[in-house]
Structures are given as structure tokens and as C-alpha cells.
């Protein structure tokens, strides 16, 4: 199942542009994604070209476009889609790059307000990095008990495994 997403951008005008993006609109995926990889008004253009996106990747030659345009509108005002919002419905998030400001907001569609999407996903980053840590940290602790000659076990389902 997918998390629809849209994906645009707020010009200096404040015209919106979006397009649809069908898979991983979750801030895990595309937002962290966005964030990270299409931090500028050239690079989001790029993205968009007219077309909807159905997987965004880290690379603009690696996204999966649809053929056809899946551009919603070219010519909405912010304030317009604000109060428009109900016809997004099968949406969960849009993202905006807004080209005054040069950063990235989203609309959480659960909670309908413009928010800062570099913040979520520095909280975001922040929670992932702390599971790698105890990941990294179990499988340091093991290669040091390892290279010491002493034997690593791990419990769980399938009982006492040496490691």
C-alpha cells in the first residue's frame, strides 16, 4: 500500500505548483529524502518537470516518473490551497519548498498546518541514528569480546545462539 504524497513548491509570488508523488510520502521516506537531497529552488524544479513521481530516490536520475502529468495545478496560491485542503484527501503529506524562505514545509494532512520539515526530520535522523548507535554499539562490544577470546552469546527466540 502506498503513502501519497505531493510533492511542489511556493514561488516568490506565492503561486503553488504540485505533483503527485505515489509511494513513501511519509517524512521517513520522502521527507528526509526532500530535506536532504533537493534543498534548492533548481533542484525541486528539476524534480518536478511536469510529471508526477512515482518513488523518489537521493538522485533525480534514479526517481521512477509517471509518463503522463500528474501536475495538480500551476497557478493555486497558497492561501488556496490552504483552504482547499479537502481535496487532497486521499493525500497524507504535502511538501512545499518555499523559494523566499529556500527550505522545505509540509502539511501533515492529520493535522492540517505548514510546518518546518528540516526540524521533523532532524528529530527523525536523530531516532534512527540512536537505533544504529545500539545496533553499532552490540556489534562493537561482540568483536571485542570475540578478538578477547571470550564467547558471545545472544538469547531470543530460537534460544541461546553463540555469536
Known sequence: MATRSMIGYISKNNRVKLAY?????????????????????????????GKGVYFLTDNLRKNEYYRDDYTVSNHMTLDNLLMNLDEYVMTVYIYLYHEKMNKWLYIDMHEPALRDLKKEVSKIELKLSDNLLEKDFGLFITQKLKSSG???Y???KRGIEKL
Open 21 to 49: 508523488c505515489h509511494c513513501d510520502g511519509y517524512l521517513e521516506h520522502n521527507g528526509i529524502m526532500l530535506q536532504n537531497y533537493y534543498n534548492s529552488m533548481k533542484l525541486v524544479k528539476s524534480l518536478l518537470k
Open 150 to 152: 571470550i564467547n558471545a
Open 154 to 156: 545472544n538469547v531470543g
